[in-house]
T-cell receptor, first 115, second 111 residues
C-alpha cells in the first residue's frame, strides 16, 4: 500500500533562518507531488506541484522554493524565513498520468512557527 | 484566488441531524472532490464526482454537482459526533494538474 511521510511535524524557527521540509512517498511510482500551505482556520493554498524529477511549477511568488531530487521525494525550502511563512504545510501526491482525475493523498502536515 | 467557496463557513448541528454544505466554483472543471480534515491533521479524501455526473453516494455521504450553476453540495446524513471536522471542496481544473481548494466548512456535531 502507498504511504506518505512528511517531517518534521513541528518546527519553530527564527526570522531569517533557513527551512527544509521533506516529503517522501512509498508504494507508488511517478506520482504528482504537491506542497500546500494552510493558514490558521483557512483553506489550502497551492504552493508548488511537480509532475516529474526536476520539474517544479510555482503557483505563488514567495521566498519559498521546492525541489524534487528523486521520483518520490519532494522538498520545500527557504533561505531566509519571514514571519508570514508561518503556517501548516501539507505535502500530497496523486497518481501520475491522471492529473485530470486524481484523488490527493495527504501527509500529516508540518506546523511551522516563525518567531 | 480561491476557485471554490464553501457555504456556510461554520455549521453546528445535533447528532442524528443531516448536515449540508455547499461549494461554488468559477471555471471549468474535470471533477470536484470533497475532503475532510480533523483539527491539526492532514486531509482525507471523501468522494469525487466527475463533471459529467450529477449525483454520487458513498455511505452516509451524498454529493451533487450542477455544472450549469458551478456548484456542488455535500450532504452527511444521520450525523455523528465523530463527523466533527472541517470539510473542503476541491476542483481539478480543465487541462491542468492543479487541485484548488476552497476555504472549508467547519462542522460541529453535538452529542
Amino acid at each position: 500500500s502507498q504511504t506518505i511521510h512528511q517531517w518534521p511535524a513541528t518546527l519553530v524557527q527564527p526570522v531569517g533562518s533557513p527551512l527544509s521540509l521533506e516529503c517522501t512517498v512509498e508504494g507508488t511510482s511517478n506520482p504528482n507531488l504537491y506542497w500546500y500551505r494552510q493558514a490558521a482556520g483557512r483553506g489550502l493554498q497551492l504552493l508548488f506541484y511537480s509532475v516529474g524529477i526536476g520539474q517544479i511549477s510555482s503557483e505563488v511568488p514567495q521566498n519559498l522554493s521546492a525541489s524534487r531530487p528523486q521520483d518520490r521525494q519532494f522538498i520545500l525550502s527557504s533561505k531566509k524565513l519571514l514571519l508570514s511563512d508561518s503556517g501548516f504545510y501539507l505535502c500530497a501526491w496523486s497518481v501520475r498520468g491522471t492529473g485530470r482525475d486524481g484523488e490527493l493523498f495527504f501527509g500529516e502536515g508540518s506546523r511551522l512557527t516563525v518567531l | 484566488s480561491q476557485q471554490g467557496e464553501e457555504d456556510p463557513q461554520a455549521l453546528s448541528i445535533q447528532e442524528g441531524e443531516n448536515a449540508t454544505m455547499n461549494c461554488s466554483y468559477k471555471t471549468s472543471i474535470n471533477n470536484l472532490q470533497w475532503y475532510r480534515q480533523n483539527s491539526g491533521r492532514g486531509l482525507v479524501h471523501l468522494i469525487l464526482i466527475r463533471s459529467n455526473e450529477r449525483e454520487k453516494h458513498s455511505g452516509r455521504l451524498r454529493v451533487t454537482l450542477d455544472t450549469s450553476k458551478k456548484s456542488s453540495s455535500l450532504l452527511i446524513t444521520a450525523s455523528r459526533a465523530a463527523d466533527t471536522a472541517s470539510y473542503f471542496c476541491a476542483t481539478d481544473l480543465t487541462g491542468g494538474f492543479k487541485t484548488i481548494f476552497g476555504a472549508g466548512t467547519r462542522l460541529f456535531v453535538k452529542a
